[in-house]
């Protein structure tokens, strides 16, 4: 041990190491909750965020299987594939209280509002942006196409589902809040519309509300929740709730994630074996509703068991979710969501106009057909992922002086 040679050297020297422990602490105080929110990917719930996607895209592919009637009889868990957008919902809502759960945050800083909602932000807004304005140049060509020559469609541009009333409502994201008669533009962009909604509640749900401390009010809250969906499928036929009762939807689903995170995922998993044999007899319950078109609030309650038996990525399903292809899929799903409706915009409507022919085929022809297309839109879903979606956000979060990927 070094002694120091004077007084002034031993003050200088503790001088230095309180700045030293104060620098640290601060540092760490402020990107604690960053560095927390990084760190907690779930594998197997990024994996199945990946493989809902692809259902959805199958979905509104399956039409160039068989038309939309014979799809429900022939080929019911196909045309039931946008049930997943539901499963997106509870989903997101038990990884945003998995991510926001930190003593630092749950204090209620107004600091960690703004930082929740830039982050959100930036996770969404530069491919949805990017997504709307393909769509607008899509519009302006057909326009331009239409003039030139009057006979290649019906000219129709610029309203119903891409009326110019409805740029304003998608710019900000409030399209799918019951304000059009129809989905507009890029539509599947209705529940990120709708997600934004359980955003803005976020805050208040992961702080002051009892739906974390008090198990009554938790249980009251899931009850609701559920209730209400049961009510909308009751009255329309089908639970997801599109542009109309989209954000009712969203909200019931998104608090019963977040239920699910408070309550139930802190019960320790059982042994691997069994975990993985209740992973796999919940992903069977999934499939045999979807397949025998019962009831589609039975999915609720699987949906959430799914959730919550693969949050620790054990069990034997959850390591085929940890499958590195996998993974990736799931780390570019909102790409993969957010782009694949303009690819089948673009290019059905030419297929079907320039090879009539080829109809003569077939349905194996066709669903070779949608297999291409299905990796075609994964490849767009990538180059969207690595030059829009990914910069975007880093940009967002840069200009903010935000940290964290959530």
Known sequence: MILPRSGSDYHDIRRCRL??????????????????????????LTSLRGIAATLVVIYHLAPRICDGIRCEGELPFVSNGQLMVDFFFMLSGFILAHAYTTDQWTAGKWSDVRAFFLRRIARVYPAHLFMLVVFLAYEFVDVTLHTLIPSIDDGVSFVGSTSVESIFTNL?????????????WNQPSWSISAELAAYLLFPVLAWHSPIRRVPGFALAAASISFAILAAIEWNTGHLTGGHRLGVLVCVAEFVIGMVLYY??????????????????????????IMTLNLPHILLIPFFGLLIVSCRDDKGWISQILGLPTLLWLGRISYSLYITHYIFIRIFDAPWH???PEISGFGEAWNLVVVVVEAFMIIGLAYLTYTFVEMPGRNWIQKAAKVRGSK
């Open 172 to 184: 900000i994201l409030i399209h799918s809040w019951g304000i059009h008669e129809t989905l507009t």
């Open 19 to 44: 700045n030293r422990k104060k620098l640290l602490r601060n540092l760490f105080s402020s990107e604690i909750n960053d560095i927390l929110v990084t760190m907690k990917e779930i594998v197997g």
């Open 353 to 355: 106009h320039l090879f």
């Open 263 to 288: 309550w139930i995922s802190p019960f320790r998993s059982t042994g691997d074996t069994k975990l993985g044999t209740i992973q796999f007899a919940t992903l069977i319950g999934i499939i045999a």
